[in-house]
């Protein structure tokens, strides 16, 4: 969403709140024991809770599909699952630039960090499919790069994009690439 789309929402949502609270004084003058405006009111009250929720659906969050039952891995990708809400964060609060571009330079450099150990682990333990798997995380590397190139010029576009991208690639990695390899690392530790 761009930030003159968030603008739009928050603006439609303040004048569907003003329109309830000037409808609710309105139908008050029916009389207190009329229902329409208690049924008002209790649209008025859920307004917030509604939106919470619905901001809650836009961050990650860490569930039992996502363990490979390999500490050092789950951790690694609780630490993405944070930086990528993080993001989130940044970009809703539309906080300054430089924080979001810090944010996404950190996530690569983490990305890269853990998708070494990952593969150190998958070459130590002889894992089968180490070439393809190592294909897939230099994929990964080169979308999110382009993208925080991109968001230097276009910058509401390109971040909601890669957030998009971002949250997608590593929820289905995690709880599905990852997960082919973990039976294979018997070793589950690095020197
Ligand atoms: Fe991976």
Do not use: C
């Not at 139908?27 to 649209?43: E, Y």
Request: hydrophobic share 40%.
């Amino acid at each position: 969403m761009s930030t003159f789309t968030k603008g739009i929402s928050m603006f439609l949502l303040s004048i569907l709140i003003m329109a309830l609270l000037i409808m609710v004084a309105l139908g008050f003058m029916l009389g207190f024991s009329h229902p329409l405006p208690w049924v008002l009111v209790f649209f008025v009250l859920i307004i917030p809770f509604v939106h919470d929720k619905v901001v809650a659906k836009r961050y990650l969050h860490w569930d039992n599909s996502m363990n490979t039952g390999i500490e050092l891995i789950d951790n690694d990708h609780k630490k993405l699952l944070g930086l990528i809400n993080q993001l989130q964060t940044a970009t809703r609060y539309q906080i300054d630039d430089e924080m979001i571009e810090n944010t996404l330079n950190e996530l690569i450099e983490y990305t890269k960090y853990h998708f070494d150990r990952e593969e150190q682990l998958m070459r130590i333990n002889h894992y089968p499919g180490y070439e393809a798997h190592k294909e897939l995380h230099k994929q990964m590397i080169k979308k999110v790069s382009q993208s925080v190139e991109g968001y230097k010029t276009d910058k509401a576009h390109t971040i909601d994009e890669t957030l998009a991208f971002l949250k997608s690639w590593l929820v289905n990695h995690i709880k599905g690439r990852d997960q082919d390899y973990a039976p294979y690392l018997k070793i589950k530790k690095l020197d």
